[in-house]
């Protein structure tokens, strides 16, 4: 199985602030990643497919990048909405494993 | 709006059994995979099971192979999650969520809100 590891696991930031979030499979998986924010007692919520297409309705403060095994989820300035916490997941194949999460918190 | 409503959840024995269902509204439910999703608390989020669009492909997660079965009907618009010789790791948030046309594989791009699954003596 291929794994997803998050860096980092707590990111404490300011509203404003450029934030980055990186991602890495275990190998290769092209750029089938996607990106998910889930906000406490709620389901998750796409935001980002193919490692940098943005889901229809999400701001465009999110953005995506990277291919192969390193990946990137860049909030430009973060609002106050954006406090959440951040998975990223592969599909390759049916068994994509999700990241172990990334919170992003008040500083 | 795409909905889907997961139901079924509770409180079980450890070694008890429960099914879960998720139904859906507003797509043509049967033309696409659907997944099963959980997530303990305050834990991370675990795929645990995919049902392709006609029902004929599925796969499970190694952590529940032989103990779940996953089906769907499409005639009524749901999806079911047959869960038995339940464990106390099985405790957890299970959420439906909609895969792509087919058999295809895609984003989880809809999901429901969630069921808890509680397993405890």
């Known amino acids: 199985d291929i794994q997803m590891t998050q860096s980092p696991s707590t990111l404490s930031a300011s509203v404003g602030d450029r934030v980055t979030i990186t991602c890495r499979a275990s190998q290769s998986i092209s750029n089938w990643l996607t990106w998910y924010q889930q906000k406490p007692g709620k389901a998750p919520k796409l935001l980002i497919y193919?490692?940098?297409n943005l889901q229809s309705g999400v701001p465009s403060r999110f953005s995506g990048g990277g291919s192969g095994t390193e990946f990137t989820l860049t909030i430009s300035s973060l609002q106050p909405d954006d406090f959440a916490t951040y998975y990223c997941r592969n599909y390759n194949t049916y068994f994509g494993m999700f990241g172990q999460g990334t919170k992003v918190e008040v500083k | 709006e795409v909905q889907l409503v997961e139901s079924g959840g509770g409180l079980v024995q450890p070694g008890g059994s429960l099914r879960l269902s998720c139904e859906a509204s507003e797509f043509t439910f049967s033309s696409y995979g659907m997944n099963w999703v959980r997530q303990a608390p305050g834990k991370g989020l675990e795929w645990v099971s995919y049902?392709?669009?006609?029902?004929?492909?599925?796969y499970y997660a190694d952590s529940v192979k032989g103990r779940f079965t996953i089906s769907r009907d499409n005639a009524k618009n749901s999806l079911y999650l047959q869960m038995s010789s339940l464990r106390d790791e099985d405790t957890a948030v299970y959420y439906c969520a909609r895969d792509g046309l087919g058999a295809t594989i895609s984003p989880f791009d809809y999901w429901g809100q969630g069921t808890l699954v509680t397993v405890s003596s």
């Open positions: 193919r490692a940098s």
């Open positions: 049902i392709s669009s006609s029902g004929n492909t599925k």
